[in-house]
T-cell receptor, first 113, second 115 residues
Framework: GEDVEQSLFLSVREGDSSVINCTYT??????LYWYKQEPGAGLQLLTY???NMDMKQDQRLTVLLNKKDKHLSLRIADTQTGDSAIYFC?????????????WGLGTSLAVNP | NAGVMQNPRHLVRRRGQEARLRCSPM?????VYWYRQLPEEGLKFMVYLQKENIIDESGMPKERFSAEFPKEGPSILRIQQVVRGDSAAYFC?????????????FGSGTQLSVL
């Protein structure tokens, strides 16, 4: 079945870049998403990429998509302590809509001063 | 403009009781989605509703679970005769309408604990 995998933990120093990786199995995915969850808060959509793109940049965030390897990454430049959160990768499958997103387990990012 | 509001934040029930989880979508949003996050698992889609209609309930367990989104008031996810395996975080999301890539706005979730 469809599956999304992420490493569970990442620790970086403040000011360094963070790279969070994700692999997925559904090659027909139309959209791939990154969500952020801060403690006690809901999920916040950070960014998304359409499957015919291989890169998207939005301020400190860079998303890279390798469709051949089914690999998605999120790079956060100049990581700050406020970036500490759980980051979820999700893919839309072939429905092209987001109600049935397939989610990873989330990567817990710890930013050390 | 308030975000998606879920209540309660934490709900404790004994086995066999009923659990009611409420979700008020963002103002102007007519589409509501419920997701469940079981321990050690990712979020799983449960149900998608529009006002007074269930559009897709393919992720809902066949028994004990029901959802509604009445014309007035919040969306309700109802779990009858809860069992320990129902313990999870339940997230609600809303969007303004159905499109190719509607942004979902999530609530903070309800943590259900079944004793």
């Amino acid at each position: 079945g469809e599956d999304v995998e992420q490493s569970l933990f990442l620790s970086v120093r403040e000011g360094d870049s963070s790279v969070i990786n994700c692999t997925y199995t559904d090659s027909s995915s139309t959209y791939l998403y990154w969500y952020k969850q801060e403690p006690g808060a809901g999920l916040q959509l950070l960014t998304y990429i359409f499957s015919n793109m291989d890169m998207k940049q939005d301020q400190r965030l860079t998303v890279l998509l390798n469709k051949k390897d089914k690999h998605l990454s999120l790079r956060i430049a100049d990581t700050q302590t406020g970036d500490s959160a759980i980051y979820f990768c999700a893919e839309s499958g072939n429905a092209g809509n987001n109600r049935k997103l397939i989610w990873g387990l989330g990567t817990s990012l710890a930013v050390n001063p | 403009n308030a975000g998606v509001m879920q209540n309660p934040r934490h709900l404790v029930r004994r086995r066999g009781q009923e659990a009611r989880l409420r979700c008020s979508p963002m103002k102007g949003h007519s589409h509501v989605y419920w997701y469940r996050q079981l321990p050690e698992e990712g979020l799983k889609f449960m149900v998608y509703l529009q006002k007074e209609n269930i559009i897709d309930e393919s992720g809902m367990p066949k028994e004990r679970f029901s959802a509604e989104f009445p014309k007035e008031g919040p969306s309700i996810l109802r779990i009858q005769q809860v069992v320990r395996g129902d313990s999870a975080a339940y997230f609600c999301a809303s969007s303004p309408g159905q499109g190719g890539n509607e942004k979902l706005f999530f609530g903070s979730g309800t943590q259900l604990s079944v004793l």
